[in-house]
Each structure stands twice: as structure tokens, then as C-alpha cells.
């Protein structure tokens, strides 16, 4: 036997199964994987009921004070820049919604990362016959976000019901997508933040800072006066595209033609980002025990 191919070792991370599959083949294996992890998550969530049941109450509780606030300003005021009061509260519902699916999808897996990379546990997911982003991404989900969520779509409902609106199917259809694109804006920059986690181990400060920033997302962007605050939060950290731009598509309010394939090519941009940071930190890792 060759002593010099026995001294060479294999890489540690080998090509992923699914890649020699065919296309529908590997989505139908991942489907399997997503099943099961989720179902591992449920088991789990209903371990702890009354954990679960308060965490939805303390959700709907902050959103209820959300809405509150609005019906104070609205008090003093007859519109925010050219925003009513229920385009307002339709904009809460819709931020709402994007939020908690994207805290049901992907924001305690993000949070994890760091401590996937400090305690070595990392080293197991690289061996696994499956893309490890996503079973980084998908390894969890939060129940009871999509019950917050929910909450999002009827407050949704109801600003509707006020402002005497009823969305045309092509309006619904426009609007998923760009929610579908807000959640990956949402998810793509805050994984990118957690892959500073290679470099420092611990990231959940910087994760959690992006995460505040959400409250931004709630807000008329027609509020904010032209300048370098408005810009960045645009297009550097778009957090006032990923819920003005969906609502305004759903209730034909006034937007500029642009608006919507500028969230759309920053979606994929942000995706694009993150996807070549997560490599670049792969090949950096150097696993927990070296």
C-alpha cells in the first residue's frame, strides 16, 4: 500500500450527498430533514407548555402596546407625512407578520451559530451528508411565532375592513413575494452578522443589536426626511423597504415604481453576501479542538 496516500487526509468536510442528486430528488430529501427537525422542535416546545404559552402572551402583549402607541399619536394627528391611521395600523400588521416568520424560521438558529462554533458542536453538522447552512438554518422553529404572526394577519385584516379595501388577487400576489423577500433580507443580514462568530466565538451581541432594529420596520418610511439616515436604512440596511414596500403594494398606496425591484435585487444581494461569508468563515474554522 502507498504510504504517502495513507498520510494524506481527506477533507473534513466532504461534497454533500444531495449534490449528486437531481434536482427534485434532493428537495424532497431536504423536506425530510426539515420534517424531522421540526418535529424534534415540537416535541420540545410542548415539553414546556407554560414557557411556550407565556412567550406568545409576551409577544401579543408588546404588539398590543405597538398599536396602542399608534392610537396615542393618532390622537394629536390626522396622518404621519401622506399615512393615515389605519394605513398605519396596516403597516404594523404587516411588519408584525414578517417578523415573527422570520423569528419562527431562523432567529434562534442564527443565535445559535456562536455556540455551534464554541462548544465544537459545528464539527458535527460539517460531517453530516446534507448542506450545513441549512440545517444551521432550519434546525429549529418557534411555534408560537406563527401564532404572533397570525396576530399580524388579522390586525392586517381588520386596517383593510377600515380603510374599505379589498385586495385583488393580483395585489395578494404581489404582496407574498415581497413579504417572502423582506423575511430573506431579515435572515440573510442577520446570519451574516452571526458569522462573525469565527472570528470573535461569541456574536450574539452584534445579532441581537440587528434584531432592535426591526422597530425601524414598523415605521411609514415617508416619515423620515431625504438625507444619510433615510439612505442607509434603504439600501445598506433596507429595514424601511421590507415592510413599507409590501404594504403599499397590497393597498395601492403611492410608491415609486422602483421600490419593489429594489427590495427584491437587495433580497438577493443580501443572500448572495451571506452565502460568501459563510464560506470564507468555513474555510477559516478550525474546529473547537484544534
Not at 424560521?105 to 442564527?110: G, R
Not at 445559535?112 to 453530516?128: A, H, I, K
Not at 415617508?222 to 429595514?239: E, H, I, N, R, Y
Request: net charge positive; aromatic share 14%.
Amino acid at each position: 500500500m502507498n504510504s504517502s496516500s495513507d498520510s494524506t487526509f481527506p477533507p473534513r468536510t466532504p461534497p454533500p450527498v444531495a449534490m449528486r442528486e437531481p434536482g427534485f430528488a434532493a428537495l424532497r430529501r431536504y423536506g425530510r430533514i426539515c420534517a424531522a427537525l421540526w418535529r424534534n422542535s415540537v416535541v420540545r416546545e410542548m415539553s414546556f407548555k407554560a414557557n411556550f404559552l407565556l412567550w406568545i402572551f409576551v409577544e401579543l402583549l408588546w404588539f398590543a402596546l405597538q398599536l396602542s402607541f399608534i392610537a396615542v399619536i393618532y390622537g394629536h394627528t390626522e396622518r404621519i407625512a401622506t399615512w393615515s391611521k389605519w394605513e398605519v395600523v396596516l403597516l404594523l400588521g404587516a411588519s408584525q407578520l414578517i417578523q415573527q416568520v422570520f423569528a419562527a424560521l431562523f432567529l434562534s438558529n442564527c443565535t445559535q451559530l456562536s455556540e455551534y462554533v464554541r462548544t465544537g458542536r459545528l464539527d458535527f453538522l460539517l460531517l453530516l451528508p446534507a448542506n450545513t447552512r441549512f440545517l444551521v438554518s432550519f434546525r429549529q422553529v418557534d411555534l408560537g411565532a406563527f401564532a404572533n404572526a397570525a396576530a399580524g394577519v388579522a390586525v392586517m385584516a381588520y386596517a383593510l375592513r377600515q380603510l374599505h379595501l379589498t385586495p385583488t388577487l393580483g395585489q395578494m400576489a404581489g404582496f407574498l413575494p415581497l413579504c417572502a423577500a423582506g423575511i430573506l433580507i431579515h435572515y440573510s443580514l442577520m446570519f451574516l452578522l452571526a458569522t462573525v462568530c469565527f472570528w470573535t466565538v461569541r456574536a450574539q451581541g452584534i445579532v441581537w443589536s440587528y434584531y432592535n432594529l426591526f422597530n425601524l420596520a414598523r415605521l411609514p418610511d415617508a416619515a423620515f426626511q431625504p438625507g444619510w439616515f433615510k439612505a442607509v436604512f434603504t439600501f445598506v440596511l433596507p429595514m424601511l423597504l421590507v415592510a413599507n414596500v409590501p404594504v403599499k403594494h397590497l393597498a395601492a398606496l403611492p410608491r415609486t415604481p422602483w421600490e419593489s425591484a429594489v427590495l427584491l435585487t437587495l433580497a438577493l444581494l443580501c443572500f448572495a453576501a451571506s452565502e460568501g461569508a459563510w464560506h470564507a468563515s468555513v474555510r477559516h474554522y478550525t474546529s473547537a479542538s484544534s
